[in-house]
C-alpha cells in the first residue's frame, strides 16, 4: 500500500513542478519512461535467466547446505538463545547462505522460518534483541555476488561488470558492522 | 584482462562439475532455473513500467533537479555525490524502483564513470529495508519491532556513504 501513496506522490510533484516552471512535454515523457522499461527488462532478461539457473545448481548439488553448516559456528556467537534450538539455527544459517549467494527467494522463507522460532522461544509481541539482530542482517544485505547490478551494468555496456565486487564486498561489511553496533547501542534505549 | 573477467565461466565450471559429481541432473537445473529467472522478469516487468515513467515525468518537469538541489547540502556532508540522490530515497522502499532508478543513473553517467560505479556499489550492498522488516516481522506476528528500523536504516546510511567512499578508491 505504501508503494500506491509513493507513486502517487511522485506524479503529482512532477505535474506541480511542470506547472510552476517551465517543464519539457510531460505526455512524451511519460511514454518514453514506459518504453524504456521494456527495453531494461529485454536486456536484463539474459542474464537474469543465466544466474535463476547457477542459483538452482547450487541448490541441488548441496553446496548452499554445505556453506550453512561452515557458517553454524560464527551464527552460534551471534544468536546464542536461538542457536539452543536445532532447527532454528538450521533455519538461520539456511537463511544467511542464501543471502550471501544471492539467492533472494530462497532467504526470505528460511529467515522467516528462523524469526518465529525465535518468537516461539520469547513469546509475545514484542522483538527480541535477537529477532532485531536478525531483521538488521537481512536488511543489510551481505552479498558475496551481486548479479543483478553486474546483470546490470554489462546490459548497459561495462567493460567488466563484476569489478565492482572488493568495493560491494567491503561496503557489505561497513553496513552490517553498523547496524549490528546501533543495534547493540538502541537495545537500550527500546526496552 | 581483470581476474574478475574469468569469474562467470570459473563459477560456472566449478558448480557444474561439483553438481556432476553428485549425479545431480546438470542441465534440467539449469534450465528449470532459467524458466524461474522468466518468471521473474514477468513479475518485476509492470514495476520497471510503472516506475520508469514516473522516473521520467520526475526529470522532464524538472522535480528531480529541485529535489536533488535541496537535498545535495546534506548528501555532501556524508560524503554521498548528489547525482547518487534518487537512488539513496528510493532504495530503502522497494527494490524494483531501485533497480529502475539505478538503470536510469547508470545509463546517464555510463556504468564505468565513478557516478555509475558508485550506484552499483550501493545498489549491491544495501537491501529493501522497509520491505524486509514489514515482511519479517508481520510473518512472526511481532508488533513491537523496538530498534529494528533505526538501526536498518543506520546500516543503510553507512552502507551509501561506505559506496560513495569505496567505489572511488577499489
Known sequence: MAMSYIWALLVGLSLVCALAGDGGDLSRAALAGAGRAVELGISLTGSLCLWSGFSLVLERSGLRAGLGRLLAPLLGRLFPKAARDEAVLGALCGNVTANLLGLGNAATPLGIEALRGMQA???GDRASDE???LVVLNTASVQLLPTTVAALRGSLGSAAPFDILPAVWLCSLFSVGAGLGAAALLRRLWP | MALTGYLIPALLLGVSVLAL???VDLYSALLEG???GLELV???LPALVMLLTAVELLRASGAAALLTRLLSPAARLLGIPPETLPLVLIRPLSGSAALAVGADLMAAYGPDSLIG??????MGSTETTFYTVSVYFAAAGVKRTRYAVPAALIADLTGFAAASLLARLL
Request: aromatic share 0%; glycine share 14%.
Open chain 1, 121 to 123: 522461544q520469547s513469546g
Open chain 2, 117 to 122: 560505479r558508485t550506484v552499483a556499489v550501493m
Open chain 2, 21 to 23: 559429481g553428485r549425479r
Open chain 2, 42 to 44: 514477468k513479475t518485476v
Open chain 1, 131 to 133: 529477532m532485531c539482530r
Open chain 2, 34 to 36: 532459467g524458466q524461474r
